[in-house]
Protein backbone atom coordinates (compact mmCIF):
# COMPACT_ATOMS: atom_id res chain seq x y z
CA UNK A 1 0.00 0.00 0.00
CA UNK A 2 1.50 3.59 -0.80
CA UNK A 3 2.05 5.40 2.60
CA UNK A 4 -0.21 7.70 3.65
CA UNK A 5 0.45 10.83 3.90
CA UNK A 6 -1.51 14.32 5.42
CA UNK A 7 -0.66 16.22 2.39
CA UNK A 8 -2.61 13.55 0.24
CA UNK A 9 -5.44 13.52 2.22
CA UNK A 10 -5.79 17.03 2.12
CA UNK A 11 -5.55 17.61 -0.85
CA UNK A 12 -8.57 15.37 -1.79
CA UNK A 13 -11.66 16.90 -1.24
CA UNK A 14 -14.82 15.03 1.06
CA UNK A 15 -18.20 15.77 -0.22
CA UNK A 16 -21.33 14.80 0.51
CA UNK A 17 -24.29 16.14 -1.46
CA UNK A 18 -24.78 16.05 -4.86
CA UNK A 19 -24.29 19.26 -5.39
CA UNK A 20 -21.14 19.57 -3.75
CA UNK A 21 -19.85 16.81 -6.13
CA UNK A 22 -21.21 18.25 -8.76
CA UNK A 23 -19.42 21.96 -7.77
CA UNK A 24 -15.93 20.05 -7.29
CA UNK A 25 -16.90 18.29 -10.62
CA UNK A 26 -17.36 21.44 -12.37
CA UNK A 27 -14.02 22.78 -13.41
CA UNK A 28 -12.59 19.46 -14.54
CA UNK A 29 -15.60 18.98 -16.37
CA UNK A 30 -15.36 22.37 -18.23
CA UNK A 31 -11.50 21.65 -18.90
CA UNK A 32 -12.51 18.82 -20.83
CA UNK A 33 -10.66 16.36 -18.19
CA UNK A 34 -11.25 12.73 -18.28
CA UNK A 35 -13.17 11.95 -14.87
CA UNK A 36 -13.23 8.42 -13.54
CA UNK A 37 -15.46 6.94 -11.20
CA UNK A 38 -14.75 3.98 -8.44
CA UNK A 39 -17.97 2.65 -6.99
CA UNK A 40 -17.05 1.12 -3.53
CA UNK A 41 -18.85 0.57 -0.37
CA UNK A 42 -15.73 1.68 1.65
CA UNK A 43 -13.27 -0.54 3.76
CA UNK A 44 -11.21 -0.25 0.98
CA UNK A 45 -8.11 -2.96 0.49
CA UNK A 46 -5.88 -3.59 -2.21
CA UNK A 47 -8.61 -4.43 -4.45
CA UNK A 48 -9.85 -1.01 -4.76
CA UNK A 49 -7.13 0.72 -4.31
CA UNK A 50 -5.72 -0.90 -7.49
CA UNK A 51 -8.95 0.48 -8.88
CA UNK A 52 -8.22 3.60 -7.66
CA UNK A 53 -4.67 3.69 -9.03
CA UNK A 54 -5.57 2.50 -12.23
CA UNK A 55 -7.99 5.40 -12.81
CA UNK A 56 -5.57 8.23 -11.71
CA UNK A 57 -2.49 6.45 -13.74
CA UNK A 58 -5.72 7.43 -16.97
CA UNK A 59 -8.11 9.83 -15.54
CA UNK A 60 -7.20 13.63 -14.98
CA UNK A 61 -9.85 13.44 -12.29
CA UNK A 62 -10.34 10.42 -10.01
CA UNK A 63 -13.79 10.16 -7.46
CA UNK A 64 -13.61 7.60 -5.46
CA UNK A 65 -17.81 6.90 -4.12
CA UNK A 66 -18.37 5.56 -0.48
CA UNK A 67 -21.67 4.28 0.31
CA UNK A 68 -22.50 1.95 1.97
CA UNK A 69 -26.14 0.80 0.41
CA UNK A 70 -29.03 -0.47 2.33
CA UNK A 71 -30.66 -1.33 -0.36
CA UNK A 72 -28.50 -4.61 -2.03
CA UNK A 73 -28.26 -6.04 1.49
CA UNK A 74 -30.79 -8.81 2.14
CA UNK A 75 -30.48 -9.26 5.93
CA UNK A 76 -30.44 -6.39 8.13
CA UNK A 77 -27.69 -8.28 9.96
CA UNK A 78 -25.27 -8.02 6.87
CA UNK A 79 -25.93 -4.61 6.64
CA UNK A 80 -24.99 -3.43 10.10
CA UNK A 81 -22.11 -6.03 10.69
CA UNK A 82 -20.56 -4.27 7.27
CA UNK A 83 -17.61 -2.44 8.03
CA UNK A 84 -17.41 0.84 8.16
CA UNK A 85 -14.30 3.20 8.78
CA UNK A 86 -14.44 6.51 6.72
CA UNK A 87 -11.42 8.13 8.40
CA UNK A 88 -9.04 5.17 6.92
CA UNK A 89 -10.94 5.02 3.87
CA UNK A 90 -10.34 8.84 3.10
CA UNK A 91 -6.50 8.74 3.60
CA UNK A 92 -6.10 5.25 1.82
CA UNK A 93 -8.00 6.58 -1.31
CA UNK A 94 -5.68 10.10 -1.20
CA UNK A 95 -2.46 7.90 -0.45
CA UNK A 96 -3.98 5.85 -3.84
CA UNK A 97 -4.46 9.25 -6.18
CA UNK A 98 -8.09 9.97 -5.47
CA UNK A 99 -8.77 13.64 -5.98
CA UNK A 100 -12.28 13.70 -4.73
CA UNK A 101 -14.16 11.38 -1.81
CA UNK A 102 -18.08 10.96 -2.24
CA UNK A 103 -19.67 10.30 1.05
CA UNK A 104 -23.21 10.61 0.82
CA UNK A 105 -25.35 9.88 3.77
CA UNK A 106 -28.25 7.21 3.28
CA UNK A 107 -31.06 10.19 2.94
CA UNK A 108 -28.56 12.09 0.09
CA UNK A 109 -28.91 8.93 -2.04
CA UNK A 110 -32.32 7.72 -1.27
CA UNK A 111 -34.63 10.94 -0.01
CA UNK A 112 -38.10 11.03 1.58
CA UNK A 113 -40.60 9.80 -1.31
CA UNK A 114 -37.66 8.09 -3.53
CA UNK A 115 -40.06 5.45 -5.24
CA UNK A 116 -37.84 4.37 -8.16
CA UNK A 117 -35.85 1.51 -9.26
CA UNK A 118 -33.61 0.42 -11.88
CA UNK A 119 -33.84 -3.59 -12.74
CA UNK A 120 -31.96 -5.59 -15.22
CA UNK A 121 -33.43 -8.70 -16.39
CA UNK A 122 -32.34 -12.20 -16.66
CA UNK A 123 -28.59 -11.88 -15.61
CA UNK A 124 -29.88 -11.30 -12.39
CA UNK A 125 -32.04 -14.31 -11.76
CA UNK A 126 -28.81 -16.42 -11.88
CA UNK A 127 -25.94 -17.27 -9.44
CA UNK A 128 -26.12 -14.10 -6.70
CA UNK A 129 -29.76 -13.21 -7.83
CA UNK A 130 -30.42 -16.72 -6.72
CA UNK A 131 -29.54 -17.20 -4.11
CA UNK A 132 -29.56 -13.30 -2.78
CA UNK A 133 -33.24 -12.57 -3.94
CA UNK A 134 -33.87 -10.28 -6.75
CA UNK A 135 -33.76 -7.28 -4.37
CA UNK A 136 -29.87 -7.63 -4.03
CA UNK A 137 -29.36 -7.19 -7.43
CA UNK A 138 -32.03 -4.12 -7.91
CA UNK A 139 -30.42 -2.56 -5.01
CA UNK A 140 -27.00 -2.53 -6.92
CA UNK A 141 -27.91 -1.72 -10.75
CA UNK A 142 -30.26 1.42 -9.05
CA UNK A 143 -27.72 2.61 -6.61
CA UNK A 144 -24.96 2.14 -9.77
CA UNK A 145 -27.27 4.40 -12.05
CA UNK A 146 -27.84 6.74 -9.07
CA UNK A 147 -23.72 7.22 -9.21
CA UNK A 148 -23.06 7.37 -12.55
CA UNK A 149 -26.32 10.00 -12.83
CA UNK A 150 -24.48 11.77 -10.09
CA UNK A 151 -20.92 12.17 -11.14
CA UNK A 152 -21.42 11.29 -15.02
CA UNK A 153 -17.97 10.42 -15.47
CA UNK A 154 -16.54 8.88 -18.57
CA UNK A 155 -15.23 5.77 -17.30
CA UNK A 156 -16.03 4.02 -13.78
CA UNK A 157 -13.92 1.16 -12.51
CA UNK A 158 -15.32 -1.84 -11.41
CA UNK A 159 -13.37 -5.15 -9.68
CA UNK A 160 -13.54 -8.98 -11.56
CA UNK A 161 -14.20 -10.48 -8.63
CA UNK A 162 -17.75 -9.38 -8.44
CA UNK A 163 -17.92 -10.90 -12.31
CA UNK A 164 -21.93 -11.16 -12.47
CA UNK A 165 -22.60 -7.44 -10.85
CA UNK A 166 -19.78 -6.55 -13.95
CA UNK A 167 -22.16 -8.06 -16.66
CA UNK A 168 -25.16 -6.57 -14.98
CA UNK A 169 -23.76 -3.35 -15.08
CA UNK A 170 -22.44 -3.67 -18.46
CA UNK A 171 -25.72 -4.71 -19.76
CA UNK A 172 -27.79 -1.49 -17.54
CA UNK A 173 -25.54 0.61 -19.26
CA UNK A 174 -25.90 -0.88 -22.87
CA UNK A 175 -29.33 -0.74 -22.52
CA UNK A 176 -29.89 3.06 -21.17
CA UNK A 177 -27.43 4.15 -23.30
CA UNK A 178 -25.47 6.01 -20.38
CA UNK A 179 -22.56 7.89 -21.49
CA UNK A 180 -19.90 6.41 -19.59
CA UNK A 181 -17.07 3.38 -20.29
CA UNK A 182 -17.21 0.51 -18.05
CA UNK A 183 -14.09 -0.93 -17.24
CA UNK A 184 -12.77 -4.18 -15.43
CA UNK A 185 -10.09 -5.00 -13.34
CA UNK A 186 -8.66 -7.93 -11.98
CA UNK A 187 -9.34 -9.71 -8.85
CA UNK A 188 -6.90 -9.05 -6.20
CA UNK A 189 -5.72 -12.02 -4.15
CA UNK A 190 -3.98 -12.07 -0.55
CA UNK A 191 -0.40 -14.00 -1.22
CA UNK A 192 -2.37 -17.07 -0.28
CA UNK A 193 -4.99 -16.85 -2.82
CA UNK A 194 -7.99 -15.46 -1.08
CA UNK A 195 -9.88 -12.91 -3.07
CA UNK A 196 -9.46 -9.60 -1.70
CA UNK A 197 -13.07 -8.52 0.14
CA UNK A 198 -14.26 -5.75 2.65
CA UNK A 199 -15.89 -8.82 4.12
CA UNK A 200 -12.28 -10.61 4.87
CA UNK A 201 -11.58 -7.92 7.94
CA UNK A 202 -14.95 -9.73 9.72
CA UNK A 203 -13.31 -13.14 9.60
CA UNK A 204 -12.00 -14.69 12.40
CA UNK A 205 -8.46 -16.76 12.69
CA UNK A 206 -10.17 -20.36 12.22
CA UNK A 207 -12.73 -18.84 9.39
CA UNK A 208 -9.70 -16.93 7.28
CA UNK A 209 -8.12 -20.60 6.76
CA UNK A 210 -11.24 -22.17 6.17
CA UNK A 211 -11.97 -19.54 3.88
CA UNK A 212 -9.05 -20.57 1.53
CA UNK A 213 -11.66 -23.20 0.65
CA UNK A 214 -13.34 -20.69 -2.29
CA UNK A 215 -9.62 -20.26 -3.83
CA UNK A 216 -8.46 -23.99 -3.95
CA UNK A 217 -11.68 -25.17 -5.08
CA UNK A 218 -11.37 -22.65 -8.16
CA UNK A 219 -7.60 -23.99 -8.29
CA UNK A 220 -8.68 -27.73 -8.01
CA UNK A 221 -11.04 -27.25 -10.87
CA UNK A 222 -8.76 -25.22 -13.03
CA UNK A 223 -6.04 -28.16 -12.44
CA UNK A 224 -8.71 -30.44 -13.86
CA UNK A 225 -9.57 -28.67 -16.81
CA UNK A 226 -5.89 -27.77 -17.47
CA UNK A 227 -5.39 -31.63 -17.57
CA UNK A 228 -8.21 -32.17 -20.54
CA UNK A 229 -11.18 -32.44 -17.81
CA UNK A 230 -14.25 -31.23 -19.67
CA UNK A 231 -17.46 -31.85 -18.14
CA UNK A 232 -18.90 -29.31 -16.22
CA UNK A 233 -19.76 -32.46 -13.75
CA UNK A 234 -16.44 -33.63 -13.21
CA UNK A 235 -14.87 -29.63 -12.61
CA UNK A 236 -18.00 -28.91 -10.52
CA UNK A 237 -17.44 -32.11 -8.40
CA UNK A 238 -13.70 -31.52 -8.07
CA UNK A 239 -14.39 -27.71 -6.67
CA UNK A 240 -17.49 -28.66 -4.52
CA UNK A 241 -15.05 -31.41 -2.67
CA UNK A 242 -12.10 -29.13 -2.32
CA UNK A 243 -14.92 -27.02 -0.13
CA UNK A 244 -16.10 -29.68 1.60
CA UNK A 245 -12.83 -31.10 2.59
CA UNK A 246 -12.47 -28.03 4.53
CA UNK A 247 -15.53 -28.05 6.20
CA UNK A 248 -17.14 -25.42 3.97
CA UNK A 249 -21.02 -25.52 2.12
CA UNK A 250 -21.06 -24.13 -0.88
CA UNK A 251 -24.01 -21.90 -1.56
CA UNK A 252 -23.24 -22.63 -5.10
CA UNK A 253 -20.62 -23.69 -7.49
CA UNK A 254 -21.80 -23.09 -11.13
CA UNK A 255 -19.38 -23.39 -14.35
CA UNK A 256 -21.54 -20.98 -17.01
CA UNK A 257 -21.18 -19.03 -20.10
CA UNK A 258 -18.99 -15.58 -18.73
CA UNK A 259 -21.56 -13.59 -21.20
CA UNK A 260 -24.72 -15.11 -20.65
CA UNK A 261 -24.34 -16.65 -17.42
CA UNK A 262 -26.04 -20.14 -18.78
CA UNK A 263 -25.23 -23.04 -17.12
CA UNK A 264 -22.80 -25.34 -19.29
CA UNK A 265 -21.71 -29.01 -19.75
CA UNK A 266 -18.75 -29.06 -21.54
CA UNK A 267 -16.26 -27.14 -21.52
CA UNK A 268 -15.45 -25.76 -25.07
CA UNK A 269 -14.38 -22.53 -24.53
CA UNK A 270 -13.68 -19.55 -22.21
CA UNK A 271 -16.25 -20.69 -19.02
CA UNK A 272 -16.74 -18.53 -16.13
CA UNK A 273 -16.65 -21.02 -12.71
CA UNK A 274 -18.07 -18.68 -9.62
CA UNK A 275 -18.67 -20.13 -6.28
CA UNK A 276 -20.19 -18.68 -3.14
CA UNK A 277 -19.95 -19.99 0.29
CA UNK A 278 -20.70 -18.48 4.04
CA UNK A 279 -17.86 -19.06 6.42
CA UNK A 280 -20.60 -19.60 9.38
CA UNK A 281 -22.02 -16.43 8.91
CA UNK A 282 -19.46 -14.22 6.32
CA UNK A 283 -20.79 -14.79 2.72
CA UNK A 284 -17.43 -14.86 0.26
CA UNK A 285 -17.62 -14.91 -3.54
CA UNK A 286 -14.67 -16.12 -5.90
CA UNK A 287 -14.32 -16.73 -9.92
CA UNK A 288 -12.42 -17.99 -12.16
CA UNK A 289 -12.40 -18.43 -16.20
CA UNK A 290 -11.55 -21.97 -16.76
CA UNK A 291 -10.16 -22.20 -20.47
CA UNK A 292 -9.93 -25.35 -22.18
CA UNK A 293 -6.35 -27.67 -23.35
CA UNK A 294 -3.88 -25.11 -22.37
CA UNK A 295 -2.38 -26.19 -19.41
CA UNK A 296 -1.69 -23.67 -16.96
CA UNK A 297 -4.07 -21.15 -18.36
CA UNK A 298 -7.02 -22.33 -16.88
CA UNK A 299 -6.83 -20.67 -13.44
CA UNK A 300 -7.77 -18.14 -10.85
CA UNK A 301 -5.76 -15.45 -11.54
CA UNK A 302 -6.76 -12.30 -12.14
CA UNK A 303 -7.26 -12.68 -16.44
CA UNK A 304 -9.89 -10.58 -17.84
CA UNK A 305 -13.04 -11.81 -18.60
CA UNK A 306 -13.64 -12.70 -22.39
CA UNK A 307 -14.35 -9.61 -24.43
CA UNK A 308 -12.87 -7.23 -21.88
CA UNK A 309 -10.00 -5.25 -23.31
CA UNK A 310 -9.00 -2.29 -20.38
CA UNK A 311 -8.78 0.49 -22.58
CA UNK A 312 -7.34 3.53 -21.33
CA UNK A 313 -8.76 7.45 -20.63
CA UNK A 314 -7.21 10.21 -22.14
CA UNK A 315 -5.59 11.80 -19.50
O1 LIG B 1 -19.23 -3.68 -5.53
C1 LIG B 1 -19.62 -2.88 -4.67
O2 LIG B 1 -18.88 -2.47 -3.76
C2 LIG B 1 -21.06 -2.38 -4.72
O3 LIG B 1 -21.92 -3.36 -5.17
C3 LIG B 1 -21.20 -1.09 -5.54
C4 LIG B 1 -20.88 -1.34 -7.01
C5 LIG B 1 -20.31 0.00 -4.99
C6 LIG B 1 -22.67 -0.60 -5.46
O4 LIG B 1 -23.04 -0.35 -4.15
Known amino acids: MSPITPTAVSRMSIVRTVAELRTALAPARRAGVEIGLVPTMGALHDGH ?105 DVAYFGQKDAQQ ?62 GERSAEALLAAASDTMRASGVVPDYVALVEPDTLEPIDRLSGDALLAIAARIDDVRLIDNAILRPGRAGSASRPSQPLPGETITTCNA
Open 166 to 227: LLVIRRLVEDLNLPVRIEARPTVREPDGLAMSSRNVLLDTDQRSRALALSEALDSAARLAAG
Open 49 to 153: LSLIRHAAERCGLVVVSLFVNPAQFNAGSDLERYPRRERDDAALAAAAGADVLFAPSVEEVYPPGFATSVEVIGLTDRLEGAARGSEHFRGVTTVVTKLLCMAMP
